[in-house]
């Protein structure tokens, strides 16, 4: 049983740094060939994905995002992390976290239930 779960804080400033952390239970942040993925949803828009931080602590991020991002991992505590930096209200969305099993943003198979993220002063 694979479970992951959002947390953070739901309203952030503009020109602040958005952090969430993604609690994962069941399976090991470090089980071999898992990417560990963060994606956000604007509101009237599709999903977007942001970035993984993989099994070895390997990161890859959407260019479009990628000045402004940093994953984070803490494998004691089976927890990854986002942090975006520079937020403006465009930020604002639907953030969720998943398990990604082939580090291509097509086979996420777990998700967190997501965060409400809004940017605003």
């Known amino acids: 049983q694979v479970q992951l779960q959002e947390s953070g804080p739901g309203l952030v400033k503009p020109s602040q740094t958005l952090s969430l952390t993604c609690a994962v239970t069941?399976?090991?942040?470090?089980?071999?060939?898992?990417?560990w993925s963060w994606i956000r949803q604007p509101p009237g828009k599709g999903p977007e994905w942001i970035g993984y931080?993989?099994?070895?602590?390997?990161?890859y991020y959407n260019p479009s995002l990628k000045s402004r991002i940093s994953i984070s991992r803490d494998t004691s505590n089976n927890h990854f992390s986002l942090q975006m930096s520079s937020v403006t209200p465009e930020d604002t969305a639907v953030y969720r976290c998943?398990?990604?099993?082939?580090?291509?943003?097509?086979?996420?198979?777990?998700w967190g239930q997501g965060t409400q993220v809004t940017v605003s002063s």
């Open positions: 998943a398990r990604d099993l082939s580090g291509t943003q097509f086979e996420l198979d777990d």
């Open positions: 931080i993989s099994f070895v602590g390997r990161t």
């Open positions: 069941g399976v090991s942040i470090a089980t071999a060939n898992t990417y």
